[in-house]
């Protein structure tokens, strides 16, 4: 297990170093938040404590606020998922939705899970499960590329993407670390909105993907 968890970087254009406390009370910093575990989330949730209803996640055992969705992240999430059903078999699409990764229980806008849905009745997919996942970022571009990184890394999700709406390309990040004291991805390819990208389910190529094709 890593040791030095990334800082979580808040969905706004400056990170935010503090959080702020009720007016007149003094500010906590981040390094004094208490962290949680996967089962003590789930406790949270179970309890009523926190709701369950997708509205945050679980990133490096700090409960986490999701940013609302914008029309243009909606659409190319749809586009994605309609894009890569046809393409599989034995495993699946799914969308935002929570998946178990060590610390963290992050909801990625899309990922392909081994198996049918079935098989997860009792439990939600953990990292094991995942051949590959995909972050849509416009706002959260920051967190994706550091903290999202560091938690589908560290678990071993064998390729992540990110589809980055600001600059027109989708980041394809492949050789995870696993377990290390930096966590990271050891390849990263960008193919611009006129490439192609190969979409690649277990070491093997199921189909190209036109990035213009994804994005509004």
């Not at 890593?2 to 009370?25: C, D, E, F, L, M």
């Not at 949680?36 to 055992?61: M, N, P, Q, R, T």
């Not at 600059?167 to 290390?180: H, V």
Request: with cysteine; glycine share 6%; proline share 8%.
């Amino acid at each position: 297990m890593s040791t030095a968890p990334p800082t979580i970087i808040p969905n706004v254009a400056q990170p935010v170093p503090v959080v702020s406390g009720i007016a007149g009370q003094p500010e906590v910093t981040l390094a004094a938040l208490r962290r949680f575990s996967v089962d003590e989330y789930h406790k949270l949730i179970k309890l009523g404590i926190l709701a369950e209803d997708g509205s945050c996640e679980l990133l490096k055992g700090l409960v986490v606020h999701k940013m609302g969705k914008n029309r243009r992240h909606s659409l190319v999430t749809r586009r994605l998922r309609e894009f890569l059903e046809p393409l599989l078999t034995n495993c699946y699409v799914d969308s935002q939705e929570p998946l178990i990764a060590l610390d963290s229980e992050p909801e990625p806008d899309v990922y392909i899970v081994r198996g049918k849905p079935e098989d997860y009745q009792d439990q939600q997919p953990s990292a094991n499960d995942v051949l590959l996942v995909v972050e849509v970022a416009e706002s959260t571009l920051k967190q994706d590329r550091v903290t999202k990184k560091w938690i589908y890394s560290e678990a071993g999700i064998p390729v992540y993407w990110i589809v980055n709406l600001i600059d027109r390309q989708i980041e394809i990040y492949t050789q995870p670390s696993g377990p290390a004291k930096q966590p990271d991805y050891a390849d990263c390819q960008i193919i611009a909105a006129d490439g192609e990208l190969p979409v690649l389910i277990d070491g093997k190529e199921v189909g190209r993907l036109v990035v213009k094709d994804v994005f509004p």
